[in-house]
């Protein structure tokens, strides 16, 4: 057995599998060795057997398996997803929950009339989409959810001429602001760095980049809140 992302081995891994036969031909239980290997006996040929893992947060798309008297060999990947619906940063085999790191709100340029949206804050420490670290997007809403740059500016100028409000140099969703105005800026992930995995009632997304590397948004369309992420190098 080997992580399907990674193709690393999965060790120590408790394997059960079930029938719906009689004992004792209704369960057999085994486990991977360091090389993700595992064995069982008393098959009892002809028995269908129905895989299950004694840790909820891997997941395969294992057939039924029929075994005769010269047994069945195998080969598994497992996916390490999360059983709740969510965002998650994946590390190695280690699987974070994240919160939205903050609220979104917008104003309109003083001198522009153009509308800017922004976080009100920004963390600290921003988790990182690079080499073995990845996000899972696990549901159909965080499957939703958009991808915009995070792009620097300012000082800026927001509200009425008459009477402005002065912003210091701040990061803004998806818009560049110059001297020559405010310009869009989409960016769509490479489809190559998304892999879709996971059972039909429960879908999830391993996203491993496809952006230049910088700072960026996930949210909603129209969503008030807003995950934060370094894609690639650490932006400073």
Do not use: N
């Amino acid at each position: 057995m080997v992580d399907g992302r990674t193709q690393r081995p999965v060790a120590d891994l408790e394997l059960m599998w079930t029938s719906d036969q009689p004992a004792p031909c209704d369960r057999l239980v085994t486990r991977t060795d360091g090389a993700g290997s595992w064995s069982v006996e008393g098959v009892c040929p002809g028995t269908t057997w129905r895989l299950m893992l004694s840790d909820p947060d891997w997941w395969t798309d294992a057939p039924p398996l029929v075994a005769d008297d010269a047994g069945v060999e195998v080969d598994l990947e497992l996916w390490r997803l999360p059983t709740v619906d969510g965002i998650y940063l994946l590390e190695g085999t280690k699987l974070t929950a994240l919160r939205s790191h903050s609220a979104i709100d917008s104003a309109l340029l003083a001198d522009r009339a153009e509308l800017l949206r922004f976080p009100l804050e920004i963390p600290g420490a921003v988790p990182r989409i690079a080499g073995d670290t990845v996000l899972v997007l696990a549901g159909k809403e965080a499957q939703a959810l958009r991808w915009e740059p995070l792009l620097p500016a300012g000082p800026l100028r927001f509200g009425s001429l008459e009477s402005p409000t002065e912003v210091g140099p701040w990061f803004y969703l998806g818009s560049r602001v110059t001297d020559a105005g405010v310009e869009p800026v989409i960016t769509l992930p490479d489809p190559a760095a998304i892999r879709q995995v996971g059972p039909a009632d429960r879908p999830a997304q391993i996203f491993s980049g496809g952006l230049p590397a910088g700072r960026y948004g996930l949210s909603a369309p129209e969503g008030r809140r807003l995950w934060i992420f370094d894609v690639g190098a650490a932006v400073p």
